[in-house]
């Protein structure tokens, strides 16, 4: 079955802590991307990748960090930089970051408590 | 800035009616892709249908298909024959080589669809 796996789905986190959200991807694509949800509001882009060793900031980076070392897998940090964590976290991935459609996983939900 | 303005936050209908929802969006370029996306109450976002800017057909898969109004800067969805597994969050989005072609996102249209 091809796709794109987050995990976990829901998170906890107390302040002051850094957190690591997973994302996998086996759909053989070179361009994968986190997204940050918030009740009423669309999409915000937080950082995506082109390419493994390469990533880029998207609209809303700080107080997060990402890599990708292998092309299925873009992790993604939440430190304890990012004054308002709690929202549900999606990750996409495409062919490549062009017009070809984006792709999600089913989505991390995280509470700061 | 390039923008998405989705304008109905919530709708209801009756199962099998037709409901059209409605997307306007800002962009000066003439040559960019149009999505619709659902997000049914499982969260996992679902691509309902895609539209390139510079075909006049408009796209159409099964029951849903869109109104692409490239003047007018208007993409609305319409769903027919609507079923409840329809109930979903309904998000408009497009992308231009000018965004660095990343999505813009709308705010989303909360469709119910009664029994």
């Known amino acids: 079955d091809g796709g794109i796996t987050q995990s976990p789905k829901y998170l906890f986190r107390k302040e002051g802590q850094n957190v690591t959200l997973s994302c996998e991807q086996n759909?053989?694509?070179?361009?994968m991307y986190w997204y940050r949800q918030d009740p009423g509001q669309g999409l915000r882009l937080i950082y995506y990748?082109?390419?493994?060793?390469?990533?880029q900031k998207g609209d809303i980076a700080e107080g997060y960090s990402v890599s990708r070392e292998k092309k299925e897998s873009f992790p993604l940090t939440v430190t304890s930089a990012q004054k308002n964590p709690t929202a549900f976290y999606l990750c996409?991935?495409?062919?490549?970051?062009?017009?070809?459609?984006?792709?999600f996983g089913p989505g991390t939900r995280l509470t700061v408590l | 800035a390039q923008t998405v303005t989705q304008s109905q936050p919530e709708m209801s209908v009756q199962e099998a009616e037709t409901v059209t929802l409605s997307c306007t969006y800002d962009?000066?370029?003439?040559?960019?892709?149009l999505f619709w996306y659902k997000q049914p109450p499982s969260r996992q976002m679902i691509l309902v249908i895609r539209?390139?800017?510079?075909k006049q057909q408009n796209a159409t898969e099964n029951r849903f298909s869109v109104n692409f109004q490239k003047a007018a800067k208007s993409f609305s969805l319409k769903i027919s024959d609507s079923q409840l597994g329809d109930t979903a969050m309904y998000f408009c989005?497009?992308?231009?080589?000018?965004?660095?072609?990343?999505?813009?996102w709308g705010a989303g249209t909360k469709l119910i669809i009664k029994p």
């Open positions: 996409a991935s495409s062919i490549a970051v062009s017009t070809d459609t984006q792709y």
């Open positions: 759909l053989n694509h070179d361009a």
């Open positions: 990748s082109q390419i493994v060793n390469d990533f």
């Open positions: 962009t000066s370029e003439s040559n960019y892709y």
């Open positions: 539209q390139e800017a510079y």
């Open positions: 989005a497009f992308m231009t080589m000018d965004s660095n072609y990343q999505l813009i």
